[in-house]
Nanobody
Framework: QVQLVESGGGLVQPGGSLRLSCAASGLTFSNYAMSWHRQAPGKERELVAHIASSGGSSVYADSVKGRFTISRDNAKNTIYLQMNSLKFEDTAVYYC????????????WGQGTQVTVSS
């Protein structure tokens, strides 16, 4: 059974930092591309950052470029999202997703962790 468990969310002031983690189990982690997504109240879920299975390439939403960094540790079956210079508009529930191509895309989602940026 595949499980993705996010942690590290919380309340932070504007300009502050948080590091999110997503621990995966029940899958061959190094075979999966991983990504972080977020959903703010009343808005659609959006891609924040994506990292290849090898960790060799990553992609970011324009809104977080230069502030967020995605990374992965295949030995620990974990990905991270380092979030710096947080803004009010970064407030959302953050989800991690695992994706693999097996003739079609198969994907798994975590349950999400709340990030609130407020003064």
């Amino acid at each position: 059974q595949v499980q993705l468990v996010e942690s590290g969310g919380g309340l932070v002031q504007p300009g502050g930092s948080l590091r999110l983690s997503c621990a995966a189990s029940g899958l061959t982690f190094s075979n999966y591309a991983m990504s972080w997504h977020r959903q703010a109240p009343g808005k659609e879920r959006e891609l924040v950052a994506h990292i290849a299975s090898s960790g060799g390439s990553s992609v970011y939403a324009d809104s977080v470029k230069g502030r967020f960094t995605i990374s992965r540790d295949n030995a620990k079956n974990t990905i991270y999202l380092q979030m710096n210079s947080l803004k009010f508009e970064d407030t959302a529930v953050y989800y991690c997703k695992a994706t693999i191509w097996l003739g079609s895309f198969r994907e798994y989602w975590g349950q999400g962790t709340q990030v609130t940026v407020s003064s």
